[in-house]
């Protein structure tokens, strides 16, 4: 088990094994992915350098979004006969998935 530590013991412990921390203030991290963000809201940030490398510690609630290319958003809308912004909520609705917005889009429609 490890002993508790102080902040002070514990950053001087760092130091002589040539570690340094620091906290950085942010009110966003976003982590753009292929298909989605992930959003971090009021994050807490520790930034821990170790031989000239840099690793980040992100903590804080999150939520995602889904990106949706504008190829997409443009196929659905001309295919479903709507605008842009109505396409780009159906994708959105279904979760990217192409075929089910223009379905959803076009239930109803005559002809």
Do not use: F, W
Request: aromatic fraction near 0%; charged fraction near 35%; charge should be negative.
């Amino acid at each position: 088990m490890i002993p508790k530590m102080n902040p002070k013991q514990m950053r001087k412990m760092m130091k002589q094994l040539g570690m340094e921390m620091e906290e950085l203030e942010a009110e966003r991290v976003i982590i753009i992915l292929k298909d989605r963000k992930i959003i971090i809201d009021s994050p807490e940030i520790s930034v821990i350098k170790v031989k000239g490398q840099k690793t980040y510690q992100i903590a804080g609630p999150e939520h995602e979004e889904l990106l949706i290319p504008e190829d997409d958003v443009k196929l659905v809308a001309e295919q479903a006969g709507v605008s842009e912004e109505e396409a780009r909520k159906a994708l959105t609705e279904a979760g990217g998935d192409l075929a089910n917005a223009i379905l959803r889009l076009t239930e109803g429609k005559d002809g």
